[in-house]
Nanobody, 122 residues
Framework: QVQLVESGGGLVQTGGSLRLSCAFS????????MGWFRQAPGKDREFVGD????????YYTDSVKGRFTISRDNAKNLVYLQLNSLKPEDTAVYYC???????????????WGQGTQVTVSS
């Protein structure tokens, strides 16, 4: 069973940066495509971006392109989400996800973390 544990959320001012981490366990990490989603209060969960098994293909939703960066370290079973130039509208719970298929295609995942809160103050 895949387990995902996010960390790195917090409170930051507009224009600031955070790096989220997601630790993967339970299966062979390099077999899984990894992604990030977010859910703001009162809104549906939103796809943020995903990264292929070997990190050679990365997809972002338009609202975060140029500001967020996804990366992975297959030796450490970790996936990262670097958040730069943060805006108040980026405030949400951020979830790590894993799936054998690319997440940008289906926008759903078989495995989810518990989420980490990111709050951007204006």
């Amino acid at each position: 069973q895949v387990q995902l544990v996010e960390s790195g959320g917090g409170l930051v001012q507009t224009g600031g940066s955070l790096r989220l981490s997601c630790a993967f366990s339970g299966r062979i990490f390099s077999n899984y495509n990894m992604g990030w989603f977010r859910q703001a209060p009162g809104k549906d969960r939103e796809f943020v971006g995903d990264i292929s098994r070997w990190g050679d293909s990365i997809y972002y939703t338009d609202s975060v392109k140029g500001r967020f960066t996804i990366s992975r370290d297959n030796a450490k079973n970790l996936v990262y989400l670097q958040l730069n130039s943060l805006k108040p509208e980026d405030t949400a719970v951020y979830y790590c996800a894993a799936d054998l298929q690319r997440l940008y295609l289906r926008r759903v995942a078989n495995y989810w973390g518990q989420g980490t809160q990111v709050t951007v103050s204006s």
